[in-house]
């Protein structure tokens, strides 16, 4: 039988994990990306900026494990760094303060792993298997799921004008329209995903998108230029490589995730018209950044690079998709951000990505008998969405509330009194199954949606168990009251017999005398 052919549009993480996982069936696999080559630095990124650092975790890990092509996770785990926690950064008395909140009571970390250096790895596999044929510069501009054909628009590439200006690089206007025949399409082009765009001409697809009120712009924390002098506390870099740092703002919150050139990617998320009165005046940016993120100007970066930094980067929206189903029929399927795009405050989305893919193939790999392979796709791509479709809603859920959390809650004596509660009793009482929300996201690899239900159910238990606990601790203040109140009373009756009895001898005294 003939290998089929798969063709996978978009080249990111999980697009590129979706190619290698293909091509490790034996499948022809063709990728396709709307940019340039991205593992050159000259590629500008569709949002224009370098993008928010991201945050591998177990799911991640083990989709990558799950690969099968020998020393990639390693070779991928050696340019990460671990991060034990978070940081939270404050004032107390007017100091400065920090407080670091350790994400797992066991010790364990998640990594921060720079999006260019995870994707060079990935793509560098991918060039080196004789199925892969990888096709930059390739937009999708038509697709025909039920013929199984696809039209990608091949631009062409730069080049550079030597007989007017050497250093100026003008582009051809010419371009041409290519079609492809395919046997099975993955979509992974992001959340402006051009597949799914022509998927719902072929499916009866539920779609929302929801833009938060929050932007986000990128900040640059460069290292230490004391590193190797006595006033180098963490070796180059400015402040504890091994934590998450978070600046909460009540509304709005900065953070910083460190990167293996000991410079540190960080991120403001505020409200839109917050950034709408910076704008307007730029004299408050600084002033603003010294009374909610103390310790970051001019410690971290300096005034003028603040200013700087944030006229020239983009103030970005942050977007969270959800739809169903995510399949045609045998043809196509989407995964990653193309299915559901979701805020980042859980540092789940490429991680949710990734595991679309393991889960996608695993269902492939179980439905599927070699020789009936073809036919027998639609079945396990409809198994896929049922199974996917409530997790991927249950993470962009999850994600959007830890908002609130990381802006804020982080500060709560209440969200403290749980965390420790569940940690203690997960290490006091594994038999009972604790565990905090985030051990069983970052940690695991158990279902989103089970998740949800479970951290619900567990709250409802505490919270029973913390009203039985009040009912216990009233009822046992108040029989002390009641005990009291009757001894008062009954020391009082004592006193008033003594007294009288006094008053009683002292007159059968003067009488006597």
């Given at each position: 039988m003939a290998a089929q052919k798969t063709i996978v549009v978009g080249a990111g993480p999980v697009g590129s994990l979706a190619a290698l996982y293909a091509a490790g069936r034996g499948d022809d696999v063709e990728l396709?990306?709307?940019?340039?080559?991205?593992?050159?630095p000259n590629t500008v990124p569709l949002n224009f900026t370098k993008s928010i650092n991201l945050a591998l975790s177990e799911r991640g890990i083990n989709s990558l494990r799950n690969a099968n092509c020998p020393g990639l996770l390693e070779a991928v785990l050696n340019e990460t760094i671990p991060m034990y926690g978070r940081m939270i950064h404050g004032q107390k008395n007017g100091e400065l303060h920090e407080e670091s909140q350790a994400y797992d009571v066991k010790g364990r970390a998640i990594r921060a792993v720079d999006r260019a250096s995870l994707n060079k790895r990935l793509l560098d596999e991918l060039e080196k298997m004789p199925n892969?044929?990888?096709?930059?510069?390739?937009?999708?501009?038509?697709?025909?799921?039920?013929?199984?054909?696809?039209?990608?628009e091949k631009k062409s590439v730069p080049r550079t004008d030597h007989t007017q200006n050497p250093t100026q690089e003008t582009s051809s206007s010419t371009s041409q329209e290519i079609e492809v025949k395919f046997d099975f399409m993955i979509g992974a082009d992001g959340a402006h995903s051009a597949v799914r765009y022509h998927l719902m001409k072929f499916t009866r697809m539920?779609?929302?998108?929801?833009?938060?009120?929050?932007?986000?712009?990128?900040?640059?924390?460069?290292?230490?230029?004391?590193?190797?002098?006595?006033?180098?506390?963490?070796?180059?870099?400015?402040?504890?490589?091994?934590?998450?740092?978070?600046?909460?703002?009540?509304s709005f919150m900065f953070i910083a995730i460190p990167s293996l050139n000991k410079s540190f990617t960080s991120t403001l998320f505020l409200p839109a018209d917050r950034f709408a009165e910076l704008d307007a005046d730029p004299s408050s940016l600084v002033p603003f950044f010294k009374e909610h993120f103390p310790g970051?100007?001019?410690?971290?970066?300096?005034?003028?690079?603040?200013?700087?930094?944030?006229?020239?980067?983009?103030?970005?929206?942050?977007?969270?998709?959800?739809?169903?189903?995510?399949?045609?029929?045998?043809?196509?399927?989407?995964?990653?951000?193309?299915?559901?795009?979701?805020?980042?405050?859980?540092?789940?989305?490429?991680?949710a990505g990734l595991e679309d893919v393991r889960c996608?193939?695993?269902?492939?790999?179980?439905?599927?008998?070699?020789?009936?392979?073809?036919?027998?796709?639609?079945?396990?791509?409809?198994?896929?969405s049922r199974l996917r479709q409530p997790d991927a809603h249950a993470i962009n859920d999850?994600?959007?509330?830890?908002?609130?959390?990381?802006?804020?809650?982080?500060?709560?004596?209440?969200?403290?009194?749980?965390?420790?509660?569940?940690?203690?009793?997960?290490?006091?009482?594994?038999?009972?199954?604790?565990?905090?929300q985030y051990t069983r996201v970052s940690f695991g690899n158990e279902r989103y949606s089970e998740i949800e239900h479970r951290v619900l159910r567990q709250g409802r238990v505490l919270l029973a168990s913390s009203?039985?606990?009040?009912?216990?601790?009233?009822?046992?203040?108040?029989?002390?009251?009641?005990?009291?109140?009757?001894?008062?009373?009954?020391?009082?009756?004592?006193?008033?017999?003594?007294?009288?009895?006094?008053?009683?001898?002292?007159?059968?005294g003067r009488k006597f005398t």
């Open positions: 396709y990306e709307l940019r340039g080559d991205l593992r050159d892969v044929k990888l096709n930059f510069n390739h937009k999708l501009v038509g697709a025909d799921f039920k013929q199984n054909l696809a039209w990608f539920d779609y929302m998108q929801e833009y938060i009120d929050t932007l986000w712009c990128e900040f640059h924390i460069s290292p230490d230029n004391a590193e190797g002098s006595a006033t180098s506390k963490y070796s180059g870099f400015k402040i504890s490589p091994n934590h998450l740092h978070i600046w909460p703002g009540i970051v100007v001019p410690d971290l970066i300096s005034e003028e690079d603040l200013a700087k930094q944030y006229n020239e980067n983009p103030h970005l929206p942050l977007i969270n998709i959800k739809c169903s189903p995510y399949h045609f029929s045998g043809s196509c399927v989407i995964v990653g951000d193309a299915a559901h795009a979701m805020v980042p405050f859980y540092g789940q989305g490429m991680n996608l193939y695993e269902i492939i790999d179980a439905d599927l008998a070699s020789s009936q392979r073809w036919p027998r796709r639609a079945a396990a791509l409809a198994a896929y999850l994600a959007l509330h830890n908002y609130q959390e990381m802006r804020s809650d982080v500060r709560s004596p209440l969200y403290k009194l749980r965390k420790l509660l569940e940690e203690r009793l997960s290490v006091w009482f594994p038999i009972s199954g604790f565990a905090t009203v039985v606990m009040l009912v216990g601790v009233a009822s046992w203040a108040g029989w002390w009251a009641w005990r009291w109140h009757r001894m008062a009373d009954s020391t009082k009756g004592l006193a008033k017999w003594f007294t009288w009895m006094g008053k009683r001898t002292e007159e059968f």
